[in-house]
């Protein structure tokens, strides 16, 4: 198995960046794939985007495109999340998970392993 753990939230501006890490540790971390999502409070758990394993490909939702850049980093085990022109509404608890499969799915329920996540808030 693998164990994942986000860092990098925090507070930022409207139209600010922040970057997040999601660091594996455990089984080789190019066995899987990895996806990131988000929960606002009182709202269900989002999709926001994934990587292949090898990094060649990623997926992402309408509402992050052009905004979002997911990439990784095999060798140092990391995958990061690059948040570009943040909005009041990106305001969420931010998590990343893993799976063994072969392309990112958007449903929570296909990741075996996940992350403590990480707050980011984004004030207007």
């Known amino acids: 198995q693998v164990q994942l753990v986000e860092s990098g939230g925090g507070l930022v501006q409207t139209g600010g960046s922040l970057r997040l890490s999601c660091t594996a540790s455990g089984r080789t971390f190019s066995e899987y794939i990895v996806g990131w999502f988000r929960q606002a409070p009182g709202k269900e758990r989002e999709f926001i985007g994934g990587i292949t394993r090898s990094g060649a490909s990623t997926e992402y939702p309408d509402s992050v495109k052009g905004r979002f850049t997911i990439s990784r980093d095999n060798a140092g085990n990391v995958v990061y999340l690059e948040m570009n022109k943040l909005k009041p509404e990106d305001t969420a608890v931010y998590y990343c998970?893993?799976?063994?499969?072969?392309?990112?799915?958007?449903?929570?329920?296909?990741?075996?392993?996940w992350g403590q996540g990480s707050q980011v808030t984004v004030s207007s």
């Open positions: 998970a893993a799976n063994n499969g072969i392309w990112p799915s958007p449903r929570d329920s296909s990741y075996a392993y």
